[in-house]
Every structure is written in C-alpha cells, then in structure tokens.
C-alpha cells in the first residue's frame, strides 16, 4: 500500500514540472508553449517523423522542445 503512494505522489509531482523544463511535450503542450495550433503542430510533425522532432511513445507522440525550437529558429512560415 505504502509503494503506491510513493507512485501517485510522485506522478503528481510529475505534472507541476514548467513547460521550459520539460525534455518532451505533448501536442497540447506545444501548442501553449510554441502559441501555434494543435492542428498546425500535427501537420509539422507529419512531414518530420524521421528528423528527430517527435518521439512516439505508442500511439502518443511527444515532441522534443528543444529540436522543435532549433527547426522554428530555420523556418520563415509555417
């Protein structure tokens, strides 16, 4: 009983971790961070699967901040 505990506490604590601190983000995440749209970051990712910006964890996608940073700082549009 006490293990679970220690693992809701420390999921908990988890999800109080700021968005620039974060290695991945979720789509929605991104979508907050980056002030671009879900839909807009979805289609980003889908012509860069193979590039390093997105990590598939399943079928939840997570993106890599800093990458996605350095692929927005080349880019002129979106």
Known sequence: MARIIKIEE????MQNI???DKY???VA???????IGEKKIR????GH???GLVIQNGV???INRKNFEKFLDKTTSI
């Open 29 to 35: 995440e991104a979508a907050i961070y980056f002030n």
């Open 49 to 51: 699967l193979d590039t």
């Open 18 to 20: 700021a968005l620039k």
């Open 24 to 26: 991945c983000l979720t």
């Open 60 to 62: 939840k996608i997570l």
């Open 43 to 46: 289609r980003i990712i889908v």
């Open 10 to 13: 420390s999921e908990r604590n």
